[in-house]
């Protein structure tokens, strides 16, 4: 991650890049930069109202010191939620929810590659049997990962029963880490929540359920977000995955997301490549997003 350039500190780095000593033109400018960066209205307003009182606390007037403290401030906020990956249960079980079309099956490929080099042994579980393409999707990233697949045995397999049977090959085979891909849309939000309900029950009769993990698709923003209010609110989550950062204007978004649900960014998205997705570090995302 950290030998990744982030296209959107452009916004930042060309407003730095103006006058010395901070004006009143500096505040405009880097509220129009927080806000086209999608940080939002309300962290905008209190990252503002915080940079203002330090910079007349400190008698500050200039904009290179202004944006120190800015990126200090974000770094800040980011450190206030653990990005920590809890996998010290034997074998590890990791739910992997969120709508469709955000990269959730690719983004299990990854992550399975990203585990790996760690020296894991990791075996994935396709329980999206509702959408019969996502089975070949996750076949195909499994084995670009290099890892073991869990497949229905047969097409629309209740997806908890292949997740039953993904655990129970981790257990079976001794693996260190069990990642199962769920469905992302039924008929009613209702009959999803219900479906992933039971996905869970059945996994925690076998083996304690390590992380419950959403991901969104960080160019939607806080449209994204809005759309998985229902796994936030019903499915246990435990940390986020942020997708396609990589060509995003959009990076204040991952502030923004941790602050309205309580929950840590775990993992980020930066490309389309098999090793494009890394651990979430708050010093090295406000430095690459600040400049």
Do not use: C
């Not at 930042?12 to 509220?31: N, P, V, Y």
């Not at 894991?120 to 049997?129: L, S, W």
Request: hydrophobic share 40%; glycine share 10%.
């Amino acid at each position: 991650m950290a030998e990744r350039s982030w296209s959107f500190s452009n916004v930042f780095q060309s407003m730095f890049r103006g006058a010395e000593q901070i004006t009143e033109d500096t505040w405009d400018d880097l509220e129009t930069a927080l806000i086209s960066a999608d940080f939002g209205p309300e962290v905008t307003d209190a990252i503002l109202g915080e940079l203002r009182a330090q910079v007349d606390r400190h008698r500050v007037t200039e904009v290179k010191e202004l944006r120190r403290m800015l990126r200090e401030s974000i770094e800040e906020r980011l450190a206030a939620f653990d990005p920590t990956l809890r996998l010290s249960d034997r074998p590890a079980v990791i739910l992997v929810v969120g709508v469709n079309g955000v990269g959730k099956t690719t983004t299990i490929g990854k992550f399975a590659r990203y585990l790996k080099t760690f020296d894991k042994k990791i075996v994935v579980g396709a329980a999206d049997t509702f959408r019969a393409a996502a089975v070949e999707q996750l076949a195909t990233w499994a084995d670009r990962a290099g890892v073991d697949i869990v497949r229905p045995q047969q097409q629309g397999q209740d997806p908890a029963s292949v997740a039953f049977q993904t655990v129970e090959r981790a257990k079976n085979d001794d693996f260190d880490i069990a990642i199962i891909d769920t469905a992302g849309r039924l008929q009613t939000k209702g009959g999803l929540m219900d479906e992933l309900s039971k996905v869970r029950r059945v996994v925690e009769k076998q083996s304690p359920i390590a992380e419950v993990l959403l991901v969104l698709d960080a160019t939607t923003g806080q449209n994204g977000l809005a759309q998985a209010e229902a796994f936030i609110e019903h499915a246990g989550v435990t940390g986020l995955v942020l997708t396609k950062l990589d060509g995003s204007a959009k990076g204040g978004f991952v502030l923004s997301v941790q602050q309205k649900t309580g929950l840590p960014i775990k993992l980020v998205g930066q490309g389309e490549g098999i090793g494009d997705l890394t651990g979430f570090t708050p010093h090295v995302f406000a430095q690459q997003l600040i400049g």
